[in-house]
């Protein structure tokens, strides 16, 4: 795995990613950003590099929530006549995904991976997608998720900052802390799990449950913690990659417009339970004990004393955000359990037959 350079701003102090772009010598960034970026300290701090250092900046910004190919395409086409020598993602996965795929833009074309050493930097803005800590980027193509996997597109550099959070939207702020808490409940029970990833998870479980008040309250320390936990919990899966839980939410975010990490905690409430109850068909290579043990350890780390108490806490603390859930005709079902992915599930400890996919849609729905 690539070496990340890992920067951290402070008190709207940003030395460290000064320092990094001097000694990077970089000339010119091609910065992709959302609109909402100008009213954060970091973004007025881009704004004046040309002053300040002398290096240029061009704007990208005609992306999608969840962006879809035509997004990227654009920022490739952008790309390209820039001249820009740095890459920069300020945002949410949204900005970090398409960041990455401009940076393999060649693939667009070949289908092939390619190897460059064009450096991407990342500023995530909200903590939940971990996206920053990933080889891994998801967009979607006729409403379909196209899920891309490369060394190339972890980024080079990460710059947390705390300051970074205070402008996002409650629902946002909600919907990606339950992104982060997906990734590291599924990537802990992942039949690709190994010591290195459960010990990101653990961490990551329970910084973002002694953090979550503080975070919704959009407090300084809070922010600063639950951006680590998602940074943790990015880590956890960049080993591991996901589970049912997210192969079960990506067509709900696509069909209703909902948040991908509201979709996916919105998923793992049902799943969770149904894995507990469900022990016999386990098809972890590892076997029965094992899993035990893992719904064992999440239970502690998340403060409770049984998988089963834990599955509850998790379902209360979904309840505890109030967010809605959308509302779904019976025809979609049949949609929806078709769109589910085949290699998402096969990272799931428990075997899923189509019955059992559709029966925890109609749970949760």
């Not at 793992?268 to 016999?280: A, G, H």
Request: hydrophobic content about 40%; some cysteine; charged content about 20%.
């Amino acid at each position: 795995m690539n070496f990340q350079n890992i920067l951290h701003a402070d008190n709207a102090s940003y030395k460290e990613f000064d320092d990094f772009l001097r000694k990077s010598r970089i000339q010119k960034i091609f910065l992709v950003c959302g609109n909402s970026s100008k009213q954060l300290d970091i973004g007025k701090h881009i704004r004046n590099l040309p002053s300040k250092l002398g290096i240029g900046v061009e704007y990208f910004s005609e992306y999608t929530p969840n962006p879809d190919l035509n997004s990227v395409m654009r920022g490739i086409e952008q790309f390209k006549k820039s001249d820009a020598d740095l890459i920069v993602a300020l945002g949410g996965g949204s900005a970090i995904d398409v960041a990455k795929c401009i940076k393999i833009w060649p693939y667009f074309y070949s289908e092939k991976q390619i190897n460059n050493d064009l450096p991407l930097l990342a500023i995530p803005t909200t903590a939940g997608t971990g996206s920053e800590s990933t080889h891994f980027a998801v967009i979607y193509k006729n409403g379909v998720t196209q899920s891309i996997e490369d060394e190339n597109i972890l980024p080079t550099a990460v710059l947390f900052d705390p300051g970074a959070l205070v402008t996002l939207p409650i629902y946002q702020r909600k919907s990606t802390m339950l992104d982060a808490l997906s990734h590291s409940l599924e990537s802990y029970w992942s039949v690709n799990s190994t010591g290195l990833s459960r010990g990101y998870s653990s961490e990551a479980i329970r910084a973002i449950f002694s953090n979550a008040g503080s975070y919704v309250k959009n407090e300084d320390i809070g922010n600063r913690n639950m951006l680590m936990a998602a940074n943790m919990a990015g880590k956890a899966i960049n080993i591991t990659k996901t589970t049912a839980g997210h192969a079960m939410s990506y067509k709900l975010t696509g069909l209703y417009g909902i948040s991908h990490g509201h979709a996916a905690g919105l998923v793992n409430t049902v799943l969770f339970p149904w894995m507990i109850k469900n022990m016999d068909k386990c098809c972890d290579s590892r076997g029965k004990m094992f899993l035990e043990n893992i719904f064992y350890k999440i239970a502690k780390d998340m403060g409770c004393d049984t998988p089963k108490d834990a599955a509850e806490k998790l379902k209360r603390f979904y309840k505890s955000l109030l967010l809605d859930k959308p509302q779904i005709l019976e025809r979609d079902f049949k949609i929806l359990k078709e769109s589910v992915n085949n290699d998402r599930l096969s990272n799931t400890p428990v075997f899923m037959s189509d019955e059992d996919i559709d029966m925890i849609y109609h749970e949760l729905l």
